[in-house]
C-alpha cells in the first residue's frame, strides 16, 4: 500500500519527525528549569522563539511560554514576539499570547507604532495557506485590522503614521489596492461560475419534473412506481430542487 502511495509514507514521517522535535523541546525547556543559572534561559530562548512565532510553529512557542511565562514579562521581547506573529498573520499564536495579556501588559495604553505598522503593512507573508480566493484573504486583512483597532484604546483609522503622515487607515487601504482589484475579479469569476452551474441544475430539474420515472400506465395514467419508495424520494427532492 505504501508502494502505491508514497505520499502517505512522507506523511508519516513529518508526523515523526514533528514529534521528535516537540519531544526534545520538551525535554530541553524541562532541563533547562533545573539548570542553576536559570535566568540566562529566557535571554538563550529568546531567538528560537521569535524564530518559531516567525514560521508560525504554534506548538514550541506554547511549550516555552508554559516552562517559562515570564518571557512575557519583558515587554520590548512582547512586542517583538507579537510583531512577529502579526506579520505571518498567526491566528492562533496571536490568540496564545494575547492570552497573556502581553499588548496592554506590554504596551500600556496603546499599541506601539511598530506594531501598527505591521498590521496595515502588506507582505507576501500576509498570504495565508488556509485562505483561498482574494476576497477572502481581504476580509481576513480586515479582520486583523479591526482587532487592532479594538485592543488599541485611541481611534485607529485616525492615528498618523509617523513617516508619511498618512492615517493608519489610508496606508492599509493604499497597501491593499491590488489586493482589492484581485479580489472583485475572483468575485465575478466565480458568480459567473456559480450562475453557469445554477443554470445547469436548473435545467436538468425543470426537465425531470415533468418526466416519470418508469413511465406510465396507459388507461389510468397514474405512475407504474408510484408505491416504489424510491418514486416518492424522487418526487420530493425534485419538489424541493425546484
Known sequence: MLRAAPFIKRVGEVKIRNKCALDFTELVLTEGKKAKNTLQIPKLLGTSLLDAASHGVFEIV??????????????????????????????????????????????????????????????????????????FLLQRELQWFQVAEVTNFRSFKRLKFNI????????????????????????KSTSSSCSVVATLIITVTFAAAFTVPGGSHSDSGIPIFLKNGSFMVFAVADALAL
Open 62 to 135: 506554547d511549550l516555552c511560554l508554559k516552562h517559562f511565562p515570564e518571557l512575557m514579562w519583558d515587554a520590548n521581547f512582547a512586542r517583538e514576539l507579537m510583531k512577529e506573529i502579526v506579520k505571518g498573520r498567526h491566528v492562533e499564536l496571536f490568540r496564545l499570547v494575547n492570552s497573556h495579556n502581553s499588548i496592554r501588559c506590554s504596551v500600556g495604553n496603546d499599541i506601539p507604532d511598530d506594531l501598527m505598522e505591521a498590521v496595515v503593512k502588506w507582505s507576501p507573508r500576509c498570504v495565508s495557506p488556509d485562505v483561498s480566493g482574494a476576497a
Open 164 to 187: 508619511e503622515r498618512k492615517s493608519y487607515w489610508e496606508i492599509f487601504v493604499e497597501e491593499r489596492k491590488e489586493l482589492h482589484k484581485e479580489a472583485e475579479k475572483w468575485i
